[in-house]
């Protein structure tokens, strides 16, 4: 998610698509948390058959990319005159970058911190 990056957390909120409330908002997480390693799992495929057309990482890249669109134009459906001007363009670069950095280097060095040592 968008953790410390407030414009990308305010996407997950006002989408719903991180999490509901109560109990239903503990399965939305573990669901997205599944979608994202399933994701990863595909991208990393072996050889460049995966990325070719048709192939595992391309259509996981592909139904990503998609699901970004979506959100985007319903954001901008929903609030044609107030998110992007509070939040800008959901779901953009700098949001994408923030999110990989909070949810792997970031996380790592804050684990490494918590337990003063290094994981190496």
């Avoid at 890249?61 to 985007?72: E, G, K």
Wanted: charged share 15%; glycine share 12%.
């Amino acid at each position: 998610g968008g953790f410390g990056c407030e414009s990308a957390s305010a996407v997950l909120l006002e989408s719903r698509y991180w999490a509901g409330s109560g109990e239903q908002g503990r399965r939305d997480t573990w669901r997205r948390l599944r979608e994202t390693a399933c994701w990863l799992f595909d991208i990393c495929a072996p050889g460049a058959q995966a990325f070719l057309p048709d192939g595992s990482a391309w259509a996981a890249a592909l139904h990503i990319r998609y699901l970004h669109a979506r959100t985007r134009a319903g954001l901008t459906s929903a609030h044609p005159n107030g998110f992007m001007a509070e939040w800008g363009v959901a779901i953009s670069q700098l949001q994408l970058v923030g999110t990989l950095l909070g949810s792997s280097v970031l996380l790592l060095q804050g684990i490494e911190k918590a337990m003063g040592m290094p994981l190496r």
